[in-house]
């Protein structure tokens, strides 16, 4: 006889929620079922399910005890832990008005279960609590997919960029589906329609030279000189620690970057004078850049140190910590250096997201004579 398993989810149909039960096809389960209350077929979820209550859970184990082996795992979610980091998220916020709907503990659970990096869940929490708040007199449950159609529109109508948008709908799925565990739940829902690519912008590399020269201390050239020599992301330089640094190789070690992946980037030796300086008058602990107060440095007091540099240069344009490591990509490339290696030293994972830096380099533009100029 094989092994026989049913696993139960979560299901919403025509507004009621629902117990679904998943099991490979066997005559035994199908006939147990028809004994279940009320059991139905749904064609969509390709399931059987029956309305979910407590009477009808008890009525499931007791049918199927010494039959089938029932896992609940996608359907009782674990006990909150308040000791998770990020549920203090919504905790430690003081200034929300009384009435405020907070992102429920559950959904927060999810992102540390499925480990998300700390900036990605602060932006889903930050996007689910406004999208509750928007239906603060409606249950959860109770959306429904028009209702999601028009919060969308509302928010093109109050200019949200097409990146915003789409992330709303990723993390109202992400309730939804992974958390609630309702398959396709609102998976008829339109993305707005892509623009044409973004070029990255890029920095001149005496613009570069200036900003670095124009940094207000040590430590501020050091923050400044690893995004640009280093071509690092700005959660990547915060997460470096004093053993990240490997002068005897001369590359400086990743770890959990993007995608949750480790590599290796250049170690400038001109950086590296400066950061044994910097080593010397601040003396870190842990991280390489780390607070007044001890700790990871701050990611907004890296835009400031980068703002304060490019005003100090007399620059009017506004430059992030990612328009450096564009230009790290770019100047490689105009120097001759082979795309793949450039793609390895950035960490994407395929060679078109780093291509996108050839149609931004000049070293073949610049080859190119302007027919004005033979006229």
Sequence with gaps: MSYRNITLKHLLIDGEK????????????????????????????????????????????????????VSGQH?????????????????????????????????????????????????????FERFINHFKDVELLHINEQNIRDYLQFL??????????????????????????????????????????LLPKVLSKDEVKGLIEHAQNIKHKCIISLLYGAGLRRGELLNLKLTDIDSKR??????????????????????????????????????LFEGAKGGMYGATTVNKVIKIAAKNAGYRKSISAHMLRHSFATHLLEDGVDLRYIQSLLGHSSTKTTEIYTQVATHNINNITSPLDIL
């Design 18 to 69: 629902q117990i679904g039960l998943k099991f490979y096809p066997d005559h035994v389960i199908q006939n147990l079922i028809k004994t279940l209350p009320n059991p139905k077929w749904s064609k969509e979820f390709r399931m059987a399910y029956i309305r979910n209550n407590t009477q009808n859970l008890e009525a499931i184990f007791s049918t199927f005890k010494g039959i089938a082996w």
């Design 250 to 287: 001369m590359v400086i070690k990743i770890h959990d970057g993007k995608g949750k992946k480790d590599r290796i980037t250049i170690l400038s030796p001109t950086l590296l004078v400066d950061l044994r300086d910097y080593f010397k008058q601040w003396q870190p602990h842990t991280f």
């Design 75 to 127: 359907f009782f979610r674990r006990p909150i832990d308040n000791g998770n980091p990020l549920l203090k998220i919504t905790q430690e916020r003081k200034d929300r008005h009384e009435g405020y709907r907070f992102c429920p503990d559950d959904f927060i659970q999810k992102l540390e279960l499925n480990y998300y990096s700390a900036s990605t869940a602060k932006t889903y929490i930050s996007l």
């Design 156 to 197: 093109v109508r109050e200019n949200k960029s097409e990146s915003y948008v789409n992330q709303m709908v990723n993390t109202i799925k992400f309730y939804y589906e992974n958390v609630l565990e309702m398959p396709n739940r609102f998976y008829a829902i339109d993305r707005p329609r892509k623009r044409g690519t």
